[in-house]
């Protein structure tokens, strides 16, 4: 029998490739598809959107309330949430960076994954954000 640590990186390896597969198999890998949503030209992906809420909805709503704890053991645990000036800069931010380049970091993954090398220049420019900010949230404190 499979120790808890191998069996939650095994779960683990399994749910990120369903969600890289239906990152590729929705178009959402494509920065041309995401870009024609953001205009208005394909609202396709509004399906995969509504699918995603939905199954977020039952996943991490309804689910704890009809399991005592999760499959693999553990327990479930509240996420703190705060609408802070912080969270809106940032949400505006990543926006304004998923509308310039038709990408955010999952899709991005599976689309390198999927042959995309071009995408490899968005994951720089994602870990270049990224690296500015801990700089700068380092030298904040």
């Avoid at 689309?111 to 090398?117: A, T």
């Avoid at 994951?123 to 380092?138: F, I, K, N, V």
Wanted: charged share 10%.
């Amino acid at each position: 029998m499979m120790n808890k640590q191998v069996l939650d990186a095994v779960c683990t390896l399994a749910a990120g490739g369903l969600f890289a597969a239906g990152l590729m198999v929705s178009g959402m890998a494509r920065p041309e598809t995401v870009l024609d949503f953001l205009t208005f030209r394909d609202l396709g992906l509004l399906l995969v959107l509504g699918a995603a809420v939905v199954i977020n909805l039952l996943v991490f709503q309804l689910w704890p309330r009809w399991r005592a704890q999760p499959w693999l053991g553990g327990s479930y645990q509240q996420r703190p949430f705060a609408l802070t000036r912080r969270t809106l800069v940032g949400g505006v931010l990543f926006g304004i960076g998923w509308g310039l380049c038709g990408v955010c970091p999952a899709p991005a993954l599976a689309g390198l994954g999927g042959g995309d090398g071009a995408l490899g220049l968005a994951l720089l420019g994602m870990l270049a954000g990224g690296g500015l900010h801990g700089w700068w949230a380092s030298r904040a404190t």
